[in-house]
């Protein structure tokens, strides 16, 4: 199994921008799928974007769409996930997540999942 370590969370007022991390260890992933989920108390786990490893191609959900970024490093063996113009209602656990198909990651009944870091924005 891949081991995934997110870091990043924080506080953070509306509007302003939030960079997370998910380092990547283990078996050979280059071939993977790699996402992004997040939780809010009281509602369900929620798909935000995901990434080919390879080739970098990416889904977003239309609640971030355009607002944030995925994106990774072969070199630190890294994803990224870049907030901007962030919004109370993005306040949630993020969780970092991979898999070798990209329906798996996107269903997110990946097998793979990092420990979640916590959001908070401010209004």
């Known amino acids: 199994q891949v081991q995934l370590v997110e870091s990043g969370g924080g506080l953070v007022q509306a509007g302003g921008s939030l960079r997370l991390s998910c380092a990547a260890s283990?078996?050979?992933?280059?071939?993977?799928?790699m996402g992004w989920f997040r939780q809010a108390p009281g509602k369900e786990r929620e798909f935000v974007a995901a990434?080919?490893?390879?080739?970098?191609?990416?889904s977003y959900s239309d609640s971030v769409k355009g607002r944030f970024t995925i994106s990774r490093d072969n070199a630190k063996n890294t994803v990224y996930l870049q907030m901007s113009g962030l919004k109370p209602e993005d306040t949630a656990v993020y969780y970092c997540?991979?898999?070798?198909?990209?329906?798996?990651?996107?269903?997110?009944?990946?097998?793979?999942w990092g420990q979640g870091t916590q959001v908070t924005v401010s209004s």
């Open positions: 997540t991979t898999d070798s198909t990209w329906t798996t990651v996107v269903a997110g009944t990946s097998r793979s």
């Open positions: 283990g078996r050979t992933f280059f071939g993977y799928t």
């Open positions: 990434i080919r490893w390879s080739s970098g191609g990416t």
